[in-house]
C-alpha cells in the first residue's frame, strides 16, 4: 500500500529499478545513490608502502562467501609475498568459526580478524589496505565499496554489484566472482605494484566526490522533491 500510494520510490541504483519495475509497480522512480560523507573521513597515516593488504568489509555471512578469500590466499602463497588478509567485520558466529578453522587447515598465519570496528579504528583499519574485496555473488548499492574508494583503496567486486564504474573510472575490477577469477585479480593488483594502486586510489576519491558525496546526492535530492 505505502509503494502503490508514494509519489515517487528514490532507488540507490538501476539494479534495484529493475527489481521494482518486475514487480510492476509503474510509479516514477528516482535513482539516487546513497550519499558518502567526505569531511567525515580523516585522513590517516598508512602502511601501504611495507606490505600488500588485502581485506574484506561487512557483515560476517555465508552469503558473503569470505571463504573464497582464504583459497585465493591459499592458491597465491607461492605468488604474493608479505601479503595480509584482514577481515573486518562480525555476524554468523558460526560460518566466523568455519572461516577460522579454514584459515587454520589451510595453515595461513597471515590472516587476521578483527571483529567489528567503529571510528578510528576502522579508518585505519580500511586506509591500510592495498586492495578491498566483495567476494559477495550479490548486493544491491554495496556501501562498502564508497568506504574504500573515499579512502583511496581500489576495490574488486563482481558483476553481480552495481559497480561497472570500477572498471570505467579505473579505481578497480568488475569481474566475474569465481574463485579462478578472483585469484587472477588479487594477483594483478599485487603485480601492479604500489605507485598504480595509488593511482586507482586517486582516481576512486575523485569518482566518490563528484558522484556520491552528500553535496552531490543532497542537490539530486532537493531536485526530486
Known amino acids: 500500500k505505502d509503494l502503490l500510494q508514494a509519489s515517487c520510490i528514490q532507488v540507490t541504483c538501476e539494479e534495484e529499478l529493475k527489481y521494482y519495475r518486475a514487480l510492476e509497480f509503474t510509479n516514477p522512480v528516482a535513482v539516487i545513490p546513497n550519499p558518502i560523507d567526505l569531511s567525515s573521513i580523516e585522513e590517516v597515516q598508512t602502511e601501504k608502502e611495507d606490505k600488500f593488504i588485502i581485506g574484506y568489509l561487512g557483515r560476517i555471512h555465508p552469503r558473503k562467501r569470505i571463504e573464497r578469500l582464504l583459497y585465493a590466499m591459499d592458491n597465491l602463497r607461492n605468488n604474493l609475498y608479505n601479503a595480509e588478509l584482514i577481515i573486518i567485520g562480525s ?18 598465519n597471515n590472516v587476521t580478524f578483527t571483529g567489528f570496528l567503529t571510528g578510528t579504528e576502522k579508518n585505519k583499519a580500511i586506509s591500510n ?26 576495490v574488486i567486486a563482481s558483476t553481480g554489484t552495481p559497480w561497472q564504474e570500477l572498471e ?19 594477483l594483478k593488483a599485487f603485480e601492479i605494484g604500489n605507485k598504480k594502486r595509488s593511482q586507482m586510489g586517486d582516481n576512486g576519491k575523485s569518482l566518490i566526490r563528484n558522484k556520491y558525496s552528500v553535496e552531490v546526492v543532497g542537490k539530486q535530492m532537493v531536485k526530486l522533491y
Open 91 to 108: 555476524g554468523d558466529h558460526k560460518y566466523e568459526a568455519f572461516l577460522k578453522q579454514e584459515a587454520k587447515r589451510l595453515n595461513l
Open 129 to 154: 589496505l592495498s586492495v578491498l574485496v566483495v567476494p559477495s555473488d550479490f548486493e544491491n548499492f554495496g556501501n562498502i565499496v564508497t568506504e574504500a574508494l573515499v579512502r583511496r583503496v581500489p
Open 168 to 186: 570505467t573510472h579505473q579505481c578497480g575490477w568488475w569481474i566475474n566472482n569465481d574463485q579462478e577469477s578472483i585469484d587472477k585479480t588479487i
